[in-house]
């Protein structure tokens, strides 16, 4: 599974919540060259951790709503911040009271509290641009267990997050690589 044209234009607008956490790791200067079209993205058609993720994902939401007894929404749910345009995200579903739901499937070795550092920029990314103060972030850990953890927003985090991704953004304006 690829991503459609307009997913990859939606994308090349804005700052994302994968670009969140590889911005957070440091991966600026190689996600500056993928957003500036100077390098391609890495192709994750035939990694089988990440493929194994995105053909789960509906199972996922499923899974979640069966065992939380919650309603949820599946459709390709596209926001951006209100102040900050460049700020986007791609939300796997949401809560029938919006509060945005992640899906992963890692190994059968992880542990959730390091699933959630993780993921941890994502999340707050995710909560940054919908205004949600919780967020969902539902496992399969393994082909054995399922887990989720509910999230609460962190708005010192987030706030770091603006400012990193704001000076990240400015940087492709001004053409000036970050460091």
Not at 16 to 39: C, N, P, T, V
Not at 164 to 175: H, I, M, N, T
Request: a negative charge; aromatic letters at 10%.
């Amino acid at each position: 599974m690829t991503l459609t044209p307009e997913q990859m234009e939606w994308r090349a607008k804005g700052i994302g919540a994968s670009d969140a956490r590889r911005l957070m790791e440091g991966d600026g200067a190689s996600l500056w060259l993928e957003k500036k079209g100077l390098q391609a993205p890495e192709d994750l058609s035939y990694v089988l951790p990440v493929q194994m993720g995105v053909w789960t994902e509906r199972h996922n939401l499923e899974w979640f709503a069966q065992e939380t007894g919650m309603r949820i929404h599946y459709e390709n749910l596209q926001r951006k911040h209100h102040e900050h345009p460049w700020m986007r995200c791609t939300l796997d579903g949401t809560t029938s009271d919006s509060i945005p739901i992640e899906c992963k499937h890692v190994n059968a070795f992880s542990k959730m509290p390091d699933v959630l550092a993780k993921y941890y920029p994502q999340l707050q990314h995710q909560m940054g641009v919908t205004g949600a103060i919780t967020c969902y972030l539902s496992v399969f850990i393994g082909t054995l267990k399922w887990e989720y953890e509910k999230v609460a927003r962190d708005p010192f985090y987030i706030n770091e997050l603006i400012t990193l991704e704001r000076k990240f953004w400015l940087s492709l304006a001004d053409e000036t690589m970050p460091e």
